[in-house]
């Protein structure tokens, strides 16, 4: 079982930028990625952005395309959102998907508690 802790969410006025990070432990080799998930308030969880674990392949969601960035250093991965809108308010999860191009988590994943980005107008 894959065990996350994301951290780096906060307060951020309209316009502004946050870097999210998330400590990954317990991934096997593989073709595994790891990617972000948020969820706004009363709405489902969804899909932001991954990335390969053994590789540099990058995916992201439409919606974030042009705005978002993620990368990752040794067994953490970050999201650096630029331009944040009162509506991308949400709490952010990232767990490992089976590679780069899945938008649904693996089975060998677990969900963390998440991080709150609470974007103000």
């Known amino acids: 079982q894959v065990n996350v802790v994301e951290s780096g969410g906060g307060l951020v006025p309209a316009g502004g930028s946050l870097t999210l990070s998330c400590a990954a432990s317990?991934?096997?080799?593989?073709?595994?990625?790891m990617g972000w998930f948020r969820q706004a308030p009363g709405k489902e969880r969804e899909f932001v952005a991954a990335?390969?674990?053994?590789?540099?392949v990058r995916n992201y969601a439409d919606s974030v395309k042009g705005r978002v960035t993620i990368s990752k250093e040794k067994n953490t991965i970050y999201l650096q959102m630029n331009s944040l809108k009162p509506g991308h308010t949400a709490v952010y999860y990232c767990?490992?998907?089976?590679?780069?191009?899945?938008?649904?988590?693996?089975?060998?994943?677990?969900w963390g508690q998440g991080t709150q980005v609470p974007v103000s107008s």
């Open positions: 767990n490992v998907l089976p590679h780069p191009w899945a938008t649904r988590p693996s089975t060998i994943g677990s």
């Open positions: 317990g991934l096997p080799f593989g073709s595994y990625a």
């Open positions: 990335i390969g674990w053994s590789t540099t």
